[in-house]
């Protein structure tokens, strides 16, 4: 091709072996990689002189520096491989040459990795956030709980409300702790069940309640069942209840099955007083979803023969036929009346000394509390507040019960303390063990680890099984959690709640919004999709409400069995490859909170797409900007559409540098409207969604806005690891973390681009499972 | 009284705001006079009344007092007869003690005897949210049924539980402690101080800030505790024992008199000690048993055989429903009365108190929601005029038409009202903003001039 491209091809390829030689102390250092390129096209603006945007390369000498001013060179190399530097006017590299210097600034970045120790950087101790709070004492105690719905919100920062800088405790706060931890204790010893079977799914002939309504008369073999909800492991009891319709009618023979498994025949007889024959029968169930189902055994023949013509039938059989006389299906329960919380949590050596007990209790509750071994020492602390518990009055119980207490506003409870075990290495060196099981389970399940992980960790065999407990882990429906607690705030709709946009927004569509939004990410992550689904996949989970939202007519039917989809049920509709929507960029949650109240906001789209998805976030405006419309009055001929003013706005040059790169990405959705309606006018002026990017590059509407997103696919991969790295560690990223963020981009992008490659990756990262020294000074 | 069973004495401070100091008496030095105290207080009562004796057939000043509102004789002055008011898309029904506050068109019934689902917040929650951090309790939530039998409901429209042991408000009020939770308190915070100390000296530096907030955060609330403690040391200005009935048990008839003035009585005292500003009392649910129910009749049940006809064809079922509404109606009044009779600065409590009376139906027999029998009660210092008998929504006077209750009012006039729009103006009169609540489109300026 041309004699630049060789240039650079050349340089590309020279530039490792310069390194090599420069090895030896003493040699001349390393040029500054793409040296030529810089001079040619950067430097007549950012030199010492000029400094345009405040940027001087004039003082990068040679590679090390380079490598030390990484933030710098890395945004250069972006704007370079966007088209934004150099600007229009200037003379303007081609495609390769402008890849190869990117190529040749990144080859020095790796060779100043390669070998070298990451610096894993430092996280604060960690409070648990309100959801963490939420989560561990379901976990710690075994009780259905959420204390924490009363506390104070916590403050989120780096986009994340994890943060360990951020999460800050106040007066108010301890109050709070103090309140909910005496709550959580008496209900996690509480005598009673908590939570008996709860019916949730009917026959489809039982309306409500826990009875059968009325009577249900079943004449075939066709089963009855009902689906019931049982929120604790234990015994519990089948009753059912029924006769034969007539006095002289053969006793109806029934099958109780749960689950498809056969419990017990039964046989109902003809009462001799009463409405009905009662069975109970014990069966010990898992906690789920249980499905109790009867058949009749001994349908009278000739109603048997036309089945389908003779269903069961709820109230009536004015015909008097034959069979049986429903009157109930309950599962009662659990009737063993120590519930799981209180016999796990007071389990003790029956013929030990009470206070050998109390030990035994409270150092298994402190050892899971504090998520590792609690020291003699400090189990020692909390028998001395329980001999004075029993001192002040309080019996065993009691006393107990104001030490659990006691745990539980402890600071090893409230904080993530990751104390170093190694204070005397001064290099970075692994996180121990427990603080590593801690590291993973509050990212995957924003929850304390389990009685998986735990053991693994006591025998220091968590980190050789770091994969297999991700698989694991995030097989576990505690993974909801990744998916609840990351997606709305790196997507920015958590706020969708707050939001007032007039009536057409009522609590039941922004629900439907934000769960849209969910469950499609919830989808990427169990399928293991790639991440480039965000941006361009082709399906979406629609309930009947957001389906006519979105004027798709198709919903409505289920496809297998083409029975109607209730109305509020989500389904996986997969959307037309001709049709405006794909990806989350045009789910009516982002549309929506990317809008102003009453009018749509390229700006803030195009912001958040910057921000979002390409890692490339623009400074705030500077102060003195005035809103769009006065920035519109007085002109000649005031424009009609939300594009117009803000075109007129562009072309003002203090605004233009950035909006050049917000704008267009913005325009490009003008076809949905502030709910994320599909549109076609904007007031009475036809939409016009084409842009033009800063390179030139021309691009019209969402599908050209996917193919330009999916362009840069692997700025996309790092905006996402970026997210997810500043979430799993709960501290925002510094200059020391881009080798880690640039080594999980190329192995997530070598794998596909899968969503779980992603996560994989972030566990495996030195930031996630080392520690800096605790001499080490902070850089 | 609040969601979750949270001390209320963390907001009892060492400043010293104890039983029988008003709150002007305390502060009426340092007070501005614009800054008076503005209240609200709710008081839901279920079932349907005898209609043919409620609303006054002339509107205006000088309206006559119905039989059934022969016990407001004392208090006439002060308080504002509503008609023509009802929900406009909220269904009636035995749930009507979780719509009234909330004015919700979302919701489906669930299920007999649980709170409507979904809910959005009712009127009083939200004027607790604004007003809430300047006293000891947010709101005052009470009910004879209590728990989830409540008219209050929070943000994320889940029930706010209802206290019904008169005993336990009482101690609260007071600040007894009944549980003796300050000392065991006292004991953790020590151990969890020591703890944290500890804990300090091997941690980084940005760390140990971490931890000095939590230090801090333990100290000022040991700080509260002892003040707690020796706030229960301290001898009390007693309350008018003789008026508090705390053992009353409101399911036994003979005891039910006791409870419900004995609530009363704590809820002026809450008021005159300024430990809340908003108080909403649910007294019972409409439906099956429950407290309230003995007053010689089946009143839900009677409610249905009135069949909508004149008093004259259903003598029993009617006289039942009067029974009720007289006994309610005295026990309002003598609250009204007492709210008048406490001084408070240059006025009395209840010129700063907007006391809503509401019914959750009006002619019961089919449980019909339109024209609801309310009553608006003080709050002159909220600027709402009192003495007078109001009809909204072109509501026409109660005359028997072919033997029969008269149909349901569609044609509302030009400018509708609903109750929405009622509890909305109680709250902006508050001085919290409550635009689009419930079903509300505008604010009832009729009550205020």
Same mark, same amino acid.
């Given at each position: 091709?041309?004699?630049?491209?060789?240039?650079?091809?050349?340089?590309?390829?020279?530039?490792?072996?310069?390194?090599?030689?420069?090895? $030896?102390?003493?040699?001349?250092?390393?040029?500054?990689?793409?040296?030529?390129?810089?001079?040619?096209?950067?430097?007549? /603006?950012?030199?010492?002189?000029?400094?345009?945007g405040d940027l001087d390369l004039s003082g990068f000498r040679d590679e090390a520096t380079v490598v030390a001013g990484r933030k710098v060179w890395s945004n250069a190399i972006r704007a370079v491989r966007d088209g934004e530097m150099p600007p229009k006017g200037a003379p303007q590299p081609t495609a390769d040459a402008r890849e190869a210097f990117a190529e040749a600034v990144r080859g020095a970045f790796l060779r100043a990795d390669a070998g070298k120790p990451r610096d894993p950087g430092r996280v604060t101790i960690r409070r648990l956030n309100r959801t =963490?709070?939420?989560?561990?004492?379901?976990?710690? /105690?075994?009780?259905?709980?959420?204390?924490?719905?009363?506390?104070?919100?916590? =403050?989120?920062?780096?986009?994340? #409300? +994890?943060? %360990?800088?951020?999460?800050?405790?106040?007066?108010?706060?301890?109050?709070?702790?103090?309140?909910?931890?005496?709550?959580?204790?008496?209900?996690?010893? @509480?005598?009673?069940?908590?939570?008996?079977?709860?019916?949730?799914?009917?026959?489809?002939?039982?309306?409500?309640?826990?009875?059968?309504?009325?009577?249900?008369?079943?004449?075939?073999?066709?089963?009855?069942?009902?689906?019931?909800?049982?929120? @604790?492991?234990?015994?519990?009891?089948?009753?059912?209840?029924?006769?034969?319709?007539?006095?002289?009618?053969?006793? $109806?023979?029934?099958?109780?099955?749960?689950?498809?498994?056969?419990?017990?025949?039964?046989?109902?007889?003809?009462?001799?007083?009463?409405?009905?024959?009662?069975?109970?029968?014990?069966?010990?169930?898992?906690?789920?979803?249980?499905?109790?189902? *009867?058949?009749? *055994? +001994?349908?009278?023949?000739?109603?048997?023969?036309?089945?389908?013509?003779?269903?069961?039938?709820?109230?009536?059989?004015?015909?008097?036929?034959? %069979?049986?006389? *429903?009157?109930?299906?309950?599962?009662?329960?659990?009737?063993?009346?120590?519930?799981?919380?209180?016999?796990?949590? !007071?389990? /003790?050596?029956?013929? @030990?000394?009470?206070?050998?007990?109390?030990?035994? &209790?409270?150092?298994?509750?402190?050892?899971?509390?504090?998520?590792?071994?609690?020291?003699?020492?400090?189990?020692?602390?909390?028998?001395?507040?329980?001999?004075?518990?029993?001192?002040?009055?309080?019996?065993?119980?009691?006393?107990?019960?104001?030490?659990?207490?006691?745990?539980?506003?402890? $600071?090893?409870?409230?904080?993530?303390? =990751?104390?170093?075990?190694?204070?005397?290495?001064?290099?970075?060196?692994?996180?121990?063990?427990?603080?590593?099981?801690?590291?993973?389970?509050?990212?995957?399940?924003?929850?304390?680890?389990?009685?998986?992980?735990?053991?693994?960790?006591?025998?220091?065999? !968590?980190?050789?099984?770091?994969?297999?407990?991700?698989?694991?882990?995030?097989?576990?429906?505690?993974?909801?959690?990744?998916?609840?607690?990351? @997606? $709305?705030?790196?997507? #920015? &709709?958590?706020? !969708?709640?707050?939001?007032?946009?007039?009536?057409?927004?009522?609590?039941?569509?922004?629900?439907?919004?934000?769960?849209?939004?969910?469950?499609?990410?919830?989808?990427?992550?169990?399928?293991?999709?790639?991440?480039?689904?965000?941006?361009?996949?082709?399906?979406?989970?629609?309930?009947?409400?957001?389906?006519?939202?979105?004027?798709?007519?198709?919903?409505?039917? #289920?496809?297998?069995?083409?029975?109607?989809?209730?109305?509020?049920?989500?389904?996986?509709?997969?959307?037309?490859?001709?049709?405006?929507?794909?990806?989350?960029?045009?789910?009516?949650?982002?549309?929506?909170?990317?809008?102003?109240?009453?009018?749509?906001?390229?700006?803030?789209?195009?912001?958040?797409?910057?921000?979002?998805?390409l890692a490339s976030p623009t400074p705030p405006p500077p102060a003195d900007v005035p809103p769009l419309e006065q920035a519109a009055a007085g002109t000649v001929k005031e424009p009609v559409t939300v594009r117009g003013r803000l075109e007129l706005h562009r072309s003002k040059p203090g605004c233009a540098a950035c909006h050049a790169k917000i704008d267009p990405l913005g325009f490009a959705l003008e076809r949905f409207d502030v709910l994320g309606q599909y549109r076609d006018k904007d007031g009475k002026a036809p939409v016009d969604d084409a842009a033009e990017l800063s390179n030139g590059q021309k691009f019209q509407g969402t599908d050209g806005l996917r193919k330009v997103l999916l362009g840069k696919k692997d700025q996309f991969t790092k905006c996402l690891t970026e997210k997810m790295l500043t979430y799993a560690l709960g501290r925002g990223l510094g200059d020391h973390d881009g080798p880690t963020v640039d080594a999980i981009v190329a192995a997530v992008a070598k794998d596909n681009y899968r969503f779980q490659r992603l996560i994989f990756e972030v566990v495996r990262s030195s930031p996630f499972t080392m520690r800096r020294g605790t001499k080490e000074t902070p850089k | 009284m609040t969601p979750i069973p949270i001390s209320r004495r963390n907001f009892l401070r060492a400043s010293g705001v104890c039983l029988a100091l008003p709150w002007l008496e305390v502060f009426a030095g340092a007070a501005p006079a614009s800054n008076t105290l503005k209240r609200a207080v709710f008081v839901f009562v279920p079932n349907g009344v005898n209609m043919w004796q409620f609303h006054p057939a002339k509107t205006g000043r000088d309206y006559e007092l119905t039989p059934s509102l022969k016990p407001f004789a004392s208090v006439r002055d002060r308080l504002t007869v509503l008609s023509g008011l009802q929900h406009f898309k909220v269904k009636g029904g035995h749930e009507e003690w979780a719509h009234m506050l909330t004015g919700n068109v979302n919701s489906e019934v669930a299920n007999k005897h649980t709170a409507v689902r979904p809910n959005t917040i009712s009127i009083d929650q939200h004027i607790a949210e604004a007003t809430g951090k300047q006293t000891r309790w947010p709101s005052l939530v009470v009910g004879a049924d209590g728990g989830r039998m409540t008219g209050s409901f929070n943000r994320q429209g889940e029930p706010v539980l209802a206290d019904f042991d008169l005993k336990n408000i009482f101690d609260e009020l007071v600040g007894a402690d009944p549980h003796g939770r300050l000392k065991h308190r006292a004991s953790v915070l020590d151990l969890v101080s020591e703890q944290a100390a500890d804990l300090r000296g091997k941690l980084g530096t940005g760390d140990e800030r971490k931890l000095d907030e939590y230090l801090e955060s333990v100290r000022a609330v040991e700080k509260r505790v002892k003040a707690d403690l020796a706030f229960k040391e301290t001898p009390k200005a007693a309350a008018d024992e003789k008026r508090l009935t705390l053992n009353a048990d409101p399911y036994k008839g003979d005891q039910q008199d006791d409870y419900v003035d004995t609530m009363f009585e704590l809820i002026y005292l809450a008021l005159q000690t300024d430990s809340t500003r908003v108080v909403t009392f649910t007294s019972t649910r409409s439906e099956g048993g429950g407290p309230l129910k003995s007053l010689g009749g089946d009143w839900h049940g009677q409610g249905h055989n009135t069949n909508d006809k004149v008093e004259t064809a259903e003598p029993k079922a009617f006289g039942v429903l009067s029974a009720y509404d007289t006994w309610w109606h005295e026990r309002l009044a003598r609250f009204l009365e007492r709210l008048s009779a406490a001084k408070e600065g240059g006025a009395d409590l209840l010129r700063n108190t907007a006391v809503f009376f509401g019914r959750g139906m009006s002619w019961p027999a089919f449980h019909r929601s339109d024209n609801l029998p309310l009553l608006l009660a003080g709050g002159e210092g909220l600027g709402f005029v009192q003495g007078r008998h109001l009809a909204f929504n072109s509501q026409a006077p109660v005359i028997a038409v072919e033997g029969k209750a008269p149909p349901v009012n569609k044609d509302f006039g030009k400018n509708p009202a609903c109750v929405s729009d009622l509890l909305r103006t109680i709250a902006e009169r508050m001085g919290v903003e409550a635009k689009g609540f419930g079903e509300s489109r505008r604010t009832l300026d009729e009550l205020l001039a």
């Open positions: 091709m041309t004699r630049q491209k060789l240039l650079f091809v050349a340089l590309v390829a020279m530039a490792p072996m310069s390194v090599r030689a420069a090895d $030896p102390p003493g040699e001349k250092p390393a040029p500054v990689p793409g040296a030529a390129f810089v001079q040619r096209y950067c430097l007549s /603006c950012h030199s010492a002189e000029k400094k345009r =963490e709070y939420n989560n561990t004492v379901r976990d710690l /105690c075994h009780i259905e709980f959420e204390p924490a719905d009363n506390f104070p919100a916590d =403050e989120p920062s780096h986009g994340f #409300d +994890n943060q %360990g800088d951020a999460l800050s405790l106040s007066p108010l706060l301890m109050e709070r702790y103090l309140d909910a931890a005496e709550v959580v204790v008496a209900r996690a010893l @509480a005598g009673k069940p908590a939570k008996p079977a709860e019916r949730v799914g009917f026959a489809q002939f039982m309306v409500s309640g826990s009875k059968v309504p009325y009577r249900l008369y079943v004449f075939t073999s066709e089963p009855v069942a009902a689906t019931f909800r049982i929120a @604790a492991d234990g015994e519990y009891l089948v009753r059912v209840e029924g006769k034969p319709v007539k006095k002289d009618d053969p006793a $109806p023979e029934v099958s109780v099955i749960v689950d498809g498994k056969e419990l017990k025949r039964v046989t109902f007889a003809f009462p001799e007083k009463g409405a009905y024959t009662r069975y109970e029968i014990p069966v010990a169930l898992k906690q789920g979803n249980r499905r109790v189902s *009867l058949r009749l *055994l +001994n349908p009278p023949a000739e109603l048997e023969e036309k089945k389908a013509a003779y269903p069961p039938q709820v109230d009536a059989n004015r015909d008097n036929r034959p %069979g049986l006389e *429903l009157h109930a299906i309950d599962l009662v329960g659990p009737t063993d009346d120590e519930p799981e919380s209180r016999r796990r949590i !007071l389990a /003790c050596d029956p013929k @030990a000394q009470p206070r050998e007990q109390a030990r035994e &209790i409270l150092t298994r509750f402190a050892d899971r509390a504090f998520r590792r071994p609690a020291t003699a020492e400090e189990v020692d602390r909390y028998l001395k507040l329980y001999d004075r518990s029993l001192e002040a009055g309080q019996n065993f119980e009691a006393a107990i019960g104001t030490s659990l207490q006691a745990i539980l506003v402890s $600071p090893n409870f409230l904080f993530r303390v =990751e104390l170093d075990d190694r204070p005397q290495e001064k290099g970075s060196h692994p996180i121990s063990e427990y603080q590593l099981a801690s590291r993973l389970s509050y990212f995957l399940w924003s929850s304390m680890p389990d009685e998986a992980l735990l053991p693994l960790a006591a025998k220091g065999e !968590l980190s050789k099984n770091l994969d297999a407990q991700v698989t694991r882990m995030l097989a576990d429906d505690r993974s909801d959690a990744l998916v609840e607690n990351f @997606a $709305p705030q790196w997507l #920015d &709709i958590r706020d !969708l709640a707050r939001v007032t946009r007039g009536p057409q927004l009522d609590v039941r569509l922004r629900e439907s919004m934000a769960r849209e939004t969910l469950l499609f990410c919830d989808e990427v992550l169990r399928k293991d999709r790639p991440i480039t689904d965000f941006l361009d996949g082709r399906y979406t989970f629609l309930n009947e409400r957001l389906a006519r939202h979105y004027g798709l007519a198709q919903f409505g039917r #289920d496809k297998r069995t083409a029975a109607p989809v209730p109305a509020h049920a989500f389904v996986r509709v997969e959307l037309p490859a001709d049709g405006p929507r794909a990806g989350v960029l045009t789910h009516a949650s982002v549309l929506t909170m990317t809008s102003n109240p009453d009018r749509t906001s390229p700006v803030k789209r195009g912001t958040w797409i910057l921000e979002n998805v | -």
